[in-house]
Structure formats: structure tokens, C-alpha cells
């Protein structure tokens, strides 16, 4: 037989057991409730201040000088801190499970078989944070892409090993005519001038193999492509005058990486006087004079090519005799 003081009744059980859990859940909902606030009022401080120039840009390149390369680095710093936010969360999470959950003796803790809404939560969270920046991304990216019928200035951008032409056009496409040119040389760095406050089309191809076109100050690159294929694409606007330096992005050959130009940004006055001197026959380094600017590369210098006679057969022999 079994006393009646030692029998446990079942409804006291479980009231126990609900006061228990409901007690852990305002505790939980307590700490999650914190944990928000937290995040919230990082994000608070985060916009508060100019976050890309504090983290250094979360290694995005910063001093964009066209509204394209502003709306990137908005985009990857806005990106940056949704990340940021998420695993400040995530990080949270675990580090109040590890705490809470800890081993306090040999009993098993509660087993929690599921529960709906938080499955629903990290479902649909999930989706809700890569659909926005998707959105978002598609918008900037289709903005980056846009081209106009009618730009102000265009320039067809003609690569070659290892080096690049610049020919200023009276229209779009094959059929128009260049009324000025640019051309490098092993000696003397081609220099692109263009002006402030216009929008620039460029039309790009190579002579023969793909190189690509980057201006770090744009904040993306292009491929130029042999061939029949002219990639197009075009700047609302210039912002800055200036000097900037400009690569081949494409591994190219032996002189890959000696294949720079400079990007010279002046006002539309001197732009015009220095096509205008450029039409009447002057060198690129003359018309750059005429305008007050300097003839030559500030931003990089020629390479040397090495092109000698020591340098290809330095020991005389003929071709294909081997040490």
C-alpha cells in the first residue's frame, strides 16, 4: 500500500511544470528582448556616422567620382551592416544558449519536440534578408548598366599588346567617325581627357586578346573583348577634376602588368579648347599645354621594355640552341 501523503497528484505536476516553462519563456523572451534593443541601438550608432570611412569601407575602395560608384559603395556598406546586425544577433543566440543550456547535473533537460513559430521565424527571416538586398542590388546594378541614346561625350576605347588607344567619336557605334585620337606608346603613357559634369559613353574593343578597362576610381571594371563584340557602357557624370590612374584588369601577356593610362578629369572649358586642339593636328602633349595641364602621366610612368639585344641573346647563340 502506498501512504496518501506520499501520492503525487498529476495535475499538481503540471501545474508545476507550466509555471516552470512559463517562467522560462518570459525569461527567454526577456533576453531576446534585450538582445533586439541591443542590435538596434548598434544600428542606431552605425548610421549615425560615416561608417565606410570608420571601417575603412569593409575593403571596398572609397573617393568614387561618378553617382554609379556612389551607389555601389552605398550598396556594399548597407550590406555590410545588415551582416553586421545579423550575426551580432546569431552570435547572441548561441552564446545565451550556451550559457543557459549549461550542465547543471545529471538530469536531462527539457526535450522540446518543435516549435511552430520559431521554425516559422528562421524560415521565413532568412528569405525576407536575401530578397531585400537581391532588390536592392538589382536596382543599383541596373542603374550601373544604363546607357542613353544621346551622350554627351563618347570615346571608343581600343586595347592592344600592352597598351591603349583613345578615340574621341561623333556618334555611337562602328559607323561613327573619330575626330580626335589618343594613342600609347612604349615612351609616353596615353592620357584620356574628359570632362566634369557630362555623361561619357565608352565603347570598348580589343585588337587581340581580352584586356579589361579599370579606373579604381570608378569602382568597377570592364572587360574589352576581340573581335565583333564592343561592350558599352556609360557615366552619368565625372565629379572630381583630377588625375587618375588606370590599368588593364585582364591578364594579358608578358607586359600585362606595365598596361596603364591615366584618366585626366578637367572642367568642360578646357575639355573642349584641348578636342579643339587635338582636331587642328597638335600632340596630345601640346594640347595638354594649351589648357594648362600637365603633358604627361602623373599618376604612372612608361615601362621599360628591356627590348635589347643582350636581353633576347645575351649569349649570342643562335635561335633554339639550348645551355
Known amino acids: ?37 541591443g542590435g538596434a541601438a548598434m544600428l542606431v550608432l552605425l548610421t549615425g556616422c560615416d561608417v565606410g570611412r570608420t571601417f575603412d569601407g569593409f575593403g571596398w575602395p572609397q573617393g568614387g567620382i561618378t553617382p554609379q560608384s556612389h551607389r555601389m559603395y552605398d550598396l556594399w556598406i548597407a550590406s555590410c551592416i545588415a551582416a553586421l546586425a545579423v550575426g551580432v544577433f546569431v552570435w547572441g543566440l548561441i552564446f545565451w544558449c550556451v550559457i543557459r543550456y549549461r550542465k547543471r547535473g545529471n538530469a536531462l533537460p527539457v526535450q522540446t519536440r518543435y516549435n511552430l513559430p520559431m521554425e516559422f521565424l528562421y524560415t521565413i527571416t532568412p ?60 615612351d609616353v603613357i596615353p592620357v584620356l581627357v574628359l570632362p566634369t559634369g557630362k555623361s561619357i559613353r565608352f565603347e570598348e574593343t580589343s585588337r587581340d586578346v581580352i584586356h579589361s578597362f579599370w579606373v579604381p576610381e570608378l569602382l568597377f571594371k570592364r572587360d574589352v573583348m576581340p573581335g565583333n563584340v564592343r561592350n558599352v557602357f556609360e557615366v552619368s557624370s565625372l565629379d572630381e577634376e583630377g588625375e587618375y590612374v588606370g590599368r588593364c584588369a585582364e591578364l594579358c601577356g608578358t607586359y600585362h602588368a606595365f598596361m596603364n593610362f591615366e584618366l ?51 649569349s649570342g647563340a643562335s635561335a633554339g640552341v639550348g645551355s
Do not use: C
Open 1 to 37: 500500500m502506498v501512504a496518501r501523503s506520499s501520492e503525487v497528484r498529476p495535475s499538481a505536476v503540471r501545474h508545476s511544470a507550466s509555471r516552470g516553462a512559463g517562467e522560462r519563456r518570459r525569461r527567454g523572451a526577456g533576453r531576446l528582448a534585450g538582445l533586439g534593443l
Open 127 to 186: 528569405i525576407l534578408i536575401v530578397s531585400v538586398l537581391f532588390y536592392y542590388t538589382a536596382v543599383v546594378q541596373t542603374g550601373v548598366d544604363k546607357t542613353t541614346k544621346n551622350p554627351d561625350v563618347t570615346v571608343e576605347v581600343v586595347a592592344f599588346k600592352w597598351n591603349w588607344q583613345f578615340n574621341y567619336r561623333d556618334g555611337q557605334g562602328r559607323d561613327a567617325k573619330t575626330v580626335a585620337s589618343v594613342l600609347g606608346t612604349s
Open 264 to 314: 585626366r578629369v578637367v572642367s568642360p572649358q578646357q575639355y573642349d579648347q584641348f578636342l579643339a586642339e587635338k582636331k587642328a593636328g597638335k600632340s596630345t602633349q601640346d594640347a595638354l599645354r594649351a589648357i594648362g595641364e600637365e603633358p604627361y602621366a602623373q599618376t604612372t610612368k612608361p615601362f621599360d621594355t628591356r627590348r635589347t639585344k643582350n636581353n633576347f641573346n645575351p
